[in-house]
C-alpha cells in the first residue's frame, strides 16, 4: 500500500507537467489575444505592450519562462485586471469559492448518502418515492431556477435568511441559501449513485451471510453494506469538488459573491492569458489531488482491492 501511494503520488508530476503545457500551446493558438479587444490603439502601442509581457519572444522562450515562474507559484500580471497581479486576484476569490464549495460538497455527501439510505431499504415504498422523486427535481432544475426561489420564499417572503452575499455579515446565515443552492444537484446525484449501489450490495451473498448469523440490521448496513457501496460515490467525489469549486458561476451570480468563477468566464472571454492559465492549473492540480485521495480511500472502503 506504502509503495503504492508513493507511485501514484509520483504520477502526478507528469500529469501535471502535460496539462500546463498542452494549455500553454492550446491558449495560444487559439485566434483573438489580450489586446485583441482594444480598439484604436496604434500599433507601436500594442507592440510595446507586448514587449512589456514578454509576448514578443519566440513562443517555446515564452513557455520556458512561465514554466519557471509557475514552479516559484508565480502566475505574473493579468492583462486586464491591472491594478492586480494573478496571485493577487486568486488569493481574494479563491478562498470564498473554496469555503462555499467545500461546505456545499459536505452538505450533499452527508444527506446524499442519507437520502440514498433511506430509499434503498424501503425500496418501492413512498420514501423511495419521495426520495428519489427529490433527487430527479435536483437534476432536472438548473441553478439558475432554484437559486432565485429560494430567495423568494426564504428571503423575501419569510425573511429568515439574508438575500445576497455580505461581507458585513458575520454570521453563518449569509451562506446558508447559496450553500443550499450548490449542493441541490450533487445532492441528488449522490443519492441516486447511494441508492442504486446499496440495492446492488444488499443482494450479495456476504450481507446474507452476516444477516443469517444474527447480526443486527445497523450492524450489516454501517459494517458491511456501507463499505462497499460507497465506492461510486466516492469516485465521484473527485470531479465533484473541483466541479463545485470553480464551476458555481451562476450561484456566485446570483447570490452576489466574489468568487472565483466569475473571474474564470471573464478571463476566457477577454483571452486574459494568465488568469486563464491559473485557473486551469489551480483546478486541475485540485482534481488530480482528491483523485489521487480517492484512490487511496478505494484500499480502506474495500478490502478486495489489492494494491500490488
Known amino acids: 500500500m506504502g509503495k503504492f501511494?508513493?507511485?501514484?503520488?509520483?504520477?502526478?508530476?507528469?500529469?501535471?507537467?502535460?496539462?500546463?503545457t498542452f494549455s500553454f500551446f492550446l491558449i495560444r493558438f487559439a485566434p483573438g489575444g489580450p489586446f485583441s479587444g482594444e480598439?484604436?490603439?496604434?500599433?507601436?502601442?500594442?507592440?510595446?505592450?507586448?514587449?512589456?509581457?514578454?509576448?514578443?519572444?519566440?513562443?517555446?522562450?515564452?513557455?520556458?519562462?512561465?514554466?519557471?515562474?509557475?514552479l516559484r507559484w508565480d502566475f505574473g500580471p493579468s492583462f486586464k485586471y491591472k491594478e492586480s497581479s494573478v496571485n493577487e486576484l486568486i488569493e481574494q476569490c479563491f478562498p470564498v469559492s473554496i469555503m462555499l464549495g467545500s461546505a456545499a460538497l459536505v452538505l450533499s455527501v452527508v444527506f446524499g448518502i442519507l437520502v440514498g439510505i433511506i430509499s434503498a431499504l424501503k425500496q418501492n415504498r413512498w420514501q423511495d418515492y419521495l426520495s428519489m422523486s427529490?433527487?430527479?427535481?435536483?437534476?432536472?432544475?438548473?441553478?439558475?431556477?432554484?437559486?432565485?426561489?429560494?430567495?423568494?420564499?426564504?428571503?423575501?417572503?419569510?425573511?429568515w435568511l439574508p438575500l445576497t452575499w455580505t461581507s458585513r455579515n458575520t454570521s453563518v446565515t449569509?451562506?446558508?441559501?447559496?450553500?443550499?443552492?450548490?449542493?441541490?444537484?450533487?445532492?441528488?446525484y449522490i443519492a441516486r449513485l447511494s441508492r442504486a449501489s446499496?440495492?446492488?450490495?444488499?443482494?450479495?451473498?456476504?450481507?446474507?451471510?452476516?444477516r443469517a448469523k444474527g447480526l443486527s440490521e445497523n450492524v450489516v448496513i454501517a459494517k458491511h453494506v456501507l463499505k462497499g457501496a460507497l465506492l461510486p460515490v466516492v469516485s465521484y467525489l473527485g470531479p465533484a469538488f473541483a466541479g463545485i469549486i470553480t464551476g458555481s458561476l451562476v450561484v456566485e451570480?446570483?447570490?452576489?459573491?466574489?468568487?472565483?468563477?466569475?473571474?474564470?468566464?471573464?478571463?476566457?472571454?477577454n483571452r486574459d492569458y494568465t488568469l486563464i492559465m491559473a485557473e486551469v492549473i489551480i483546478f486541475s492540480l485540485i482534481l488530480v489531488l482528491v483523485n489521487f485521495l480517492v484512490d487511496i480511500l478505494y484500499g480502506f472502503l474495500d478490502p478486495r482491492i489489492a494494491y500490488k
Open 174 to 188: 449569509f451562506a446558508l441559501l447559496p450553500v443550499i443552492t450548490l449542493a441541490f444537484p450533487y445532492f441528488a
Open 39 to 70: 480598439k484604436n490603439l496604434p500599433e507601436q502601442v500594442i507592440q510595446n505592450m507586448m514587449k512589456k509581457y514578454h509576448m514578443d519572444e519566440p513562443l517555446f522562450t515564452q513557455y520556458i519562462r512561465y514554466f519557471g515562474d509557475v
Open 134 to 159: 427529490l433527487a430527479v427535481v435536483g437534476i432536472s432544475v438548473p441553478l439558475f431556477v432554484i437559486g432565485p426561489v429560494l430567495q423568494l420564499i426564504f428571503a423575501m417572503k419569510l425573511h
Open 253 to 269: 451570480s446570483t447570490f452576489a459573491i466574489p468568487g472565483i468563477g466569475r473571474i474564470f468566464v471573464q478571463s476566457a472571454l
Open 198 to 210: 446499496i440495492l446492488e450490495v444488499l443482494r450479495a451473498d456476504y450481507v446474507r451471510t452476516a
Open 5 to 20: 501511494i508513493i507511485r501514484r503520488f509520483l504520477s502526478l508530476i507528469p500529469t501535471m507537467f502535460v496539462i500546463i
